[in-house]
C-alpha cells in the first residue's frame, strides 16, 4: 500500500510539473554495481548479471530519477521471470550517451499491449497473479523525459523482454 501511495504522489507531482530534476556527476559504473548489490541481498531466486562496456565516469544525471528508473527495470524483470532465473543488466557508454540495457526469460508482453505500456495503471493481461501497481513503467518514463532520453521495449511471449534506456551523459537541466 505504501508502494502505491508514492507511486500515485510521483506520478501526480509529473503531472502537475512538479516532478524535480536535479542531476549530479555520477560514476555510472559504480551506481550500477551499488543497486545490484542492494537488489540481489532482496532476490536470492534470481542473479542480476551485469556487463558494462567503457567507464561513464563524470555522467550528469539526477541519481534519484536513474534509480526510479533502473531499480523498476529490474524489479520487473526479477517479477516476470521464472524463479532461478537470471536477469541481464548491461551499461554501454558512448561519448554522448548511457545506454542501460535490462533483459529477461520471462513472460513477454503481448505486442498488441506494448503500445500501452507507459500508461498509469496500465497492465499487460498475461501478468496473471503477479502483483503490480501498473504505475512503475508510466514513473520510469516521466524520468526519462526528464533526462531528455529514450526507452524502447522489445518483447516476445514465453521468450521475454529487453529495455533499453538512452540518456544523454551530460544533461544539465
Request: charged content about 15%; overall charge negative.
Amino acid at each position: 500500500m505504501t508502494q502505491l501511495l508514492n507511486d500515485v504522489l510521483l506520478i501526480d507531482q509529473s503531472e502537475a510539473g512538479r516532478l524535480e530534476f536535479n542531476p549530479q556527476e555520477i560514476d555510472l559504473n559504480q551506481f550500477c554495481r551499488d543497486l545490484i548489490d542492494e537488489m540481489q541481498i532482496s532476490v536470492p531466486n534470481h542473479k542480476i548479471a551485469w556487463n558494462s562496456e567503457n567507464n561513464c565516469l563524470n555522467a550528469w544525471m539526477d541519481e534519484k530519477l536513474l534509480r526510479q528508473i533502473l531499480s523498476n527495470l529490474l524489479s520487473n524483470a526479477i517479477k516476470y521471470s521464472p524463479l532461478g532465473g537470471i536477469v541481464y543488466f548491461e551499461l554501454i557508454c558512448t561519448s554522448q550517451s548511457a545506454i542501460f540495457r535490462v533483459q529477461d526469460a520471462g513472460i513477454g508482453i503481448p505486442l498488441w499491449e506494448q503500445a500501452h505500456l507507459f500508461d498509469s495503471f496500465y497492465r499487460a493481461t498475461n501478468v496473471g497473479t503477479i502483483s503490480g501497481t501498473g504505475l512503475g513503467l508510466a514513473i520510469i518514463l516521466k524520468s526519462i523525459d526528464l533526462h531528455s532520453g529514450l526507452i524502447a521495449v522489445e518483447s516476445e511471449i514465453g521468450v521475454g523482454t529487453t529495455f533499453t534506456v538512452t540518456l544523454p551523459l551530460n544533461q544539465i537541466g
